[in-house]
């Protein structure tokens, strides 16, 4: 759904989505090639490097990639991107994958934070790079890179957390990129993937109400639920506001609509943002007898609690599983990964919460792109 959606954003197909992300999150920690970072470890300095000692503790490696990118990069890289001075949107999302904006105006100079074997070794990666996931030139608008930049960005901090796990081992022996990429990173992304319950669940067909909350006491529908049951859908992001009196259905009514949204591929997900920790704890025990019926049998989403208490939550924490295909035998599961930090709490299919976690989406928080 994201690919389709950027693509649409973007304006390039499908596939060029593909090659755009996979270069640009491969670029992602290339200010690491920088002096400061290389110095932080005295064993792995190199002779070729100069004078450790002098060297700087700043910039850090994402506003060293911007400035790389800035400076060097992009006149590098015009043979597959055309515009590359215009790509200061993309840029700015790679480089910001800690979860706020970089610098981008330093007082220094690439070769001061790169030295030259830095700069060239950084060069050479990103040739390389281009070579193996680059197959044709892409062009992009400024204007259009602008509106999918939040997307990129959050993007960007899923696949540095991903790729940062224990899931890939550290290699010393050196290896041809290629060799690297095709022999080992495909394969344990994949794996990655799967283990952290990140591979999205197929929806269920669409469901009558006492199908869907397995409950016998909602075959006959209030008029509120029944607007819910056959209210037309648009393609356009939409706003639906519920209200009725007291016992009327109103929280059936939203899980009618997050159901049918998700099974017409119009979501991929839903999160539930309740006033309080009770009361999103109450809604939890209600979707954790119900919740597999969203999704296809044989699928294994995720239900998470995103409040701060949920620890304190047996039904939650019996549910975390560390592997998607080992079996939980818990009412409700939730992968161990999304549920080890609330940041990654809207990667879970399903989510209960209190309103405070939806709003971090659209307050200057840290990682809000990634909410």
């Keep these: 759904m994201l690919r389709r959606q950027l693509a649409e954003l ?32 005295e064993d792995l300095w190199l002779p070729e490097m100069g004078d450790r000692a002098s060297v700087p503790d700043t910039p850090r490696h994402g506003e060293a990639g911007f400035l790389l990118w800035d400076k060097v990069i992009a006149a590098d890289i015009t043979a597959w991107f055309p515009d590359g001075r215009r790509l200061v949107p993309l840029a700015r999302a ?53 509106r999918a930049s939040f997307a990129v960005a959050g993007v960007a ?44 669940c197929t929806s269920a067909p669409e469901r009558r109400l006492v199908q869907l909350m397995a409950d016998e ?37 939203a899980l009618i609509l997050a159901h049918r949204l998700i099974s017409s591929g119009r ?21 954790a007898k119900a919740y597999l019926n969203f999704f296809a049998t044989g699928t294994r989403p995720s239900l998470v609690l995103a409040h701060a208490a949920r620890d304190l939550d047996t039904r939650f924490t019996e549910g975390l599983f560390y592997d998607s295909d080992a079996p939980n035998g818990a009412e409700a599961e ?14 879970a299919q399903l989510g209960v919460g209190t309103v405070d976690q939806a709003l971090l989406a659209v307050l200057p928080s840290k990682f809000q792109a990634f909410a």
Excluded at 334 to 347: G, K, Q, V, Y
Aim: with cysteine; aromatic share 12%.
């Design 157 to 200: 901090v899923m696949a540095d957390w991903v790729g940062s796990s224990a899931a890939f081992a550290y290699h010393n022996e050196p290896m041809p990129l290629t060799t690297y990429w095709n022999g080992y990173a495909l394969e344990t992304a994949r794996a990655a993937v799967r283990e952290f319950g990140l591979v999205p």
């Design 334 to 347: 939730c992968s161990a990964w999304i549920a080890d930090n609330r940041r990654r709490s809207f990667l």
């Design 94 to 146: 790679i480089f910001g994958h800690h979860g706020k904006p970089v610098a981008e105006r330093l007082p220094t100079t690439v070769m001061h934070v790169y030295r030259r074997f830095g700069l060239e070794a950084a060069r050479e990666f990103v040739r390389d790079t281009g070579t193996l996931l680059l197959s044709t030139p892409i062009r992009l608008e400024q204007e259009r890179l602008v």
């Design 267 to 287: 979501a991929s997900g839903a999160y539930f943002a309740l006033p309080t920790m009770a009361t999103a704890n109450a809604l939890y025990a209600r979707l």
């Design 10 to 41: 973007l304006a390039i197909p499908d596939w060029q989505v593909v090659d755009l992300l996979t270069f640009w999150m491969a670029l992602h920690d290339v200010g690491k090639f920088s002096a400061p970072f290389s110095a932080q470890i």
């Design 217 to 253: 006491r909602f075959k006959d529908l209030t008029p509120m639920q029944r607007w819910a049951s056959e209210v037309a859908l648009t393609n356009a992001p939409t706003l639906y506001i519920i209200e009725d009196s007291t016992g009327a259905g109103k929280t059936e009514s």
